[in-house]
């Protein structure tokens, strides 16, 4: 594993919710420290409701982690863009993101400890 990233088990249980719903919930989500960016939490992808979630043609790519996935969260009200995003095949390495999800914060996302 890089040593400018570190991926520990979060500690406690994590929330993800948008348009008034909880995409999930989850005592085995990840946490990923990237330099001196803040913290992102890693969602098991059995542990969020995907039906909420459309796959986006948005790659981006990172030197250390590889391509990532976006996904639109779709809500009652709204679709929010590329909310979420994972690593489907991520760099050697970097393993254990695989099958995970990780969400933008915003004031229409919020992902917390519970």
Same mark, same amino acid.
Request: glycine share 6%; hydrophobic share 40%; proline share 4%.
């Given at each position: 594993m890089s040593e400018y990233i &570190?991926?520990? &088990?979060?500690?406690? #249980?994590? %929330?993800?919710?948008? *348009? *008034?719903?909880?995409? *999930?919930e989850s005592?085995?989500?990840?946490?990923?420290s990237e330099g001196?960016?803040?913290? %992102?939490i890693y969602f098991p992808r059995e542990d969020i409701? #995907?039906?909420?979630?459309?796959?986006s043609a948005q790659r981006t790519t990172c030197p250390?982690?590889?391509?990532? /996935?976006?996904? /639109?969260? %779709? #809500?009652k009200s709204t679709t929010l863009e590329n909310a979420a995003? /994972?690593?489907e095949a991520p760099k050697a390495g970097m393993e254990q993101i695989k099958d995970h999800l990780a969400f933008y914060a915003t004031d229409k996302v919020t992902i917390e400890r519970v």
């Amino acid at each position: 594993m890089s040593e400018y990233i &570190k991926i520990r &088990k979060a500690q406690g #249980t994590w %929330v993800v919710r948008a *348009g *008034g719903a909880v995409l *999930g919930e989850s005592r085995n989500a990840l946490e990923l420290s990237e330099g001196d960016m803040p913290f %992102v939490i890693y969602f098991p992808r059995e542990d969020i409701a #995907t039906a909420f979630l459309d796959a986006s043609a948005q790659r981006t790519t990172c030197p250390h982690k590889g391509v990532a /996935s976006y996904y /639109s969260i %779709v #809500t009652k009200s709204t679709t929010l863009e590329n909310a979420a995003w /994972s690593y489907e095949a991520p760099k050697a390495g970097m393993e254990q993101i695989k099958d995970h999800l990780a969400f933008y914060a915003t004031d229409k996302v919020t992902i917390e400890r519970v």
